[in-house]
């Protein structure tokens, strides 16, 4: 939100009250699913995880967040949050307490605007994760995992060549509905086949254009896969 947090403010308006930004460490919560709904965060560095639980205590990852995105949105339903959230390296966050929020929406367009685009972000974000559990084989549910990573970072100014992972593959799994064996036999194919390089949680895409074949070949079976890739390859080749 205001100066801190979002870079688009109404400065003839009145600001909110941010408190300063808080720090928090690996495996640390920011909150938990029940927990009362007081404020709403933005999150300014770093990265965490949102989760659901179920009543054997499964956890089901929602959601990976990263710097920019708002945070307790889930709370406005019924005045407790439905998520439990947990950070995923060293983070820092802006709180910004209900009737502060109340108050600036109130005064500023600018404000009013951010929230509901960051609402609108998370909603899409759903819905296109949801569309790839129904449509994506497990290759195409991890590459477009891999490549929204990717476009994340650069729209933060990062590289989204190389980066990172914040996540364990286990987390991954969970989030894909994967099993971990799958994951991790999925990633080192696609670092045998040189298509990604993968040194413990490093990525680096080495071949963009294999990677979104992937995704153009919907359930294909096996045996017609290299059949299928040599035939978009002439396509392209015939376009260029």
């Given at each position: 939100?205001?100066?801190?947090?979002?870079?688009?403010?109404?400065?003839?308006?009145?600001?909110?009250?941010?408190?300063?930004?808080?720090?928090?460490?690996?495996?640390?919560?920011?909150?938990?699913?029940?927990?009362?709904?007081?404020?709403?965060?933005?999150?300014?560095?770093?990265?965490a995880?949102?989760?659901?639980?179920?009543?054997s205590?499964?956890?089901?990852?929602?959601?990976?967040?990263?710097?920019?995105d708002?945070?307790?949105?889930?709370?406005?339903?019924?005045?407790?949050?439905?998520?439990?959230?947990?950070?995923l390296?060293?983070?820092?966050?802006c709180?910004?307490?209900?009737?502060?929020?109340?108050?600036?929406?109130?005064?500023?367009?600018?404000?009013?605007?951010?929230?509901?685009?960051?609402?609108?972000?998370?909603?899409?974000?759903e819905?296109?994760?949801?569309?790839?559990?129904?449509?994506?084989?497990?290759?195409?549910?991890?590459?477009?995992?891999?490549?929204?990573?990717?476009?994340q970072?650069?729209?933060?100014?990062?590289?989204?060549k190389?980066?990172?992972?914040?996540?364990?593959?286990?987390?991954?799994?969970?989030?894909?509905?994967?099993?971990?064996?799958?994951?991790?036999?999925?990633?080192?194919?696609?670092?045998?086949?040189?298509?990604?390089?993968?040194?413990?949680?490093?990525?680096?895409?080495?071949?963009?254009?294999k990677?979104?074949?992937?995704?153009?070949?919907?359930?294909?079976?096996?045996?017609?896969?290299g059949?299928?890739?040599?035939q978009?390859?002439c396509?392209?080749?015939?376009v260029?």
């Open positions: 939100m205001p100066g801190i947090c979002f870079s688009l403010v109404d400065k003839t308006k009145a600001e909110p009250k941010v408190s300063s930004h808080k720090v928090y460490h690996k495996s640390d919560e920011l909150f938990a699913s029940g927990q009362t709904f007081e404020a709403i965060f933005i999150l300014r560095s770093g990265s995880k949102s989760s659901v639980s179920d009543n205590g499964h956890e089901q990852i929602s959601r990976f967040h990263y710097p920019g708002l945070l307790g949105l889930d709370g406005f339903d019924n005045g407790s949050h439905a998520q439990s959230i947990k950070f390296e060293t983070s820092s966050v709180r910004i307490g209900l009737g502060e929020l109340d108050k600036a929406m109130a005064n500023s367009a600018s404000i009013r605007l951010n929230l509901l685009q960051g609402m609108s972000h998370a909603l899409n974000n819905d296109k994760f949801l569309l790839s559990l129904n449509n994506m084989n497990s290759a195409q549910r991890l590459i477009s995992f891999l490549l929204d990573l990717s476009s970072f650069e729209k933060r100014g990062l590289s989204g190389v980066f990172d992972l914040s996540m364990t593959r286990v987390d991954i799994a969970n989030y894909l509905g994967m099993a971990i064996e799958t994951v991790s036999r999925l990633l080192t194919q696609l670092h045998n086949e040189h298509i990604i390089e993968v040194e413990k949680r490093r990525v680096k895409f080495v071949d963009f254009r990677l979104h074949q992937y995704l153009l070949l919907e359930r294909v079976p096996h045996n017609l896969l059949a299928k890739i040599r978009l390859n396509i392209q080749s015939a260029a």
